[in-house]
């Protein structure tokens, strides 16, 4: 599934880039899932979301909210971290095969580019809303809603940081 020592860098495409990478995976059997976000401040939600779209195939290939695009559905203070660092980082992750960014209000046109196997969003999306369910549905494949980790977002954590407040201890580890 994922390759890991693969560099970071070798992960972030362009559009083009990526259609190459899935079809030659497609060509190997493999299934593609596609997932997408803003992932401004990643979280252990962030990391339990893409490992279980990871575990739902073979390749992942995460779509990524250009600051513009952020800034759209976030608003005027948003994203807390550029579009190269946040591309970066998801990328780290040894469950992302491919990052790919995109400015559109919504990821339909990465969708129909991607053809995934697989669509993925957290459970605050249902299936029926999901962006691209018409395209991957039409040509036989799935679309998932995946629980999200309770307690842990964004929204919460950005309230958390303005607030001062520190976590709730839950899982605070002493080591």
Do not use: Q, Y
Request: proline share 7%.
């Amino acid at each position: 599934m994922s390759r890991p020592g693969r560099p970071t860098a070798e992960k972030i495409v362009a559009p083009a880039a990526l259609v190459e990478a899935v079809s030659a995976g497609r060509a190997a059997g493999r299934t593609v899932v596609f997932t997408n976000g803003c992932f401004d401040l990643l979280h252990v939600g962030h990391l339990r979301l893409l490992e279980r779209a990871a575990g739902l195939g073979d390749l992942l290939v995460v779509g990524l909210n250009g600051d513009r695009s952020v800034r759209l559905l976030k608003g005027p203070g948003r994203p807390f971290v550029p579009f190269d660092e946040r591309a970066e980082l998801l990328a780290g992750f040894d469950v992302v095969d491919w990052v790919v960014g995109f400015e559109e209000d919504d990821p339909a046109g990465l969708v129909r580019l991607v053809l995934p196997d697989v669509l993925v969003k957290g459970g605050d999306w249902s299936p029926d809303r999901i962006v691209g369910k018409d395209t991957v549905e039409g040509r036989g494949g799935r679309v998932v809603s995946l629980p999200l980790a309770p307690g842990r977002s964004t929204t919460g954590l950005v309230e958390r940081i303005r607030s001062s407040r520190p976590t709730d201890g839950e899982g605070d580890d002493p080591r």
